[in-house]
């Protein structure tokens, strides 16, 4: 599913305005465990977004949900 230009620009803005990290934890697992790969690509790019945290709970959650592509990212990501 690819993401139109409007919907890229959000994803960017929410995890530019987030104040902590676990605002940015909360949207990697989510993005995981929905296996939106565009969404997770975007997310990764960010160097505050950490896919490993709470047990590798983003790659635990892809996986359980056999989403092939979003696997494939996390473990290509150089922060996992």
Do not use: H, W, Y
Request: with cysteine.
């Amino acid at each position: 599913m690819r993401l139109l230009p409007d919907q890229e620009a959000l994803v960017v803005a929410s995890v530019a305005d987030a104040d902590a990290d676990a605002e940015t934890e909360e949207f990697i697992q989510l993005a995981c465990k929905n296996g939106n790969a565009e969404v997770v690509r975007l997310l990764l790019a960010d160097p505050r977004v950490d896919p490993t945290v709470s047990n590798e709970f983003a790659i635990r959650k892809a996986g359980q949900s056999d989403n092939a592509d979003v696997v494939r990212l996390l473990l290509a990501d150089s922060k996992s």
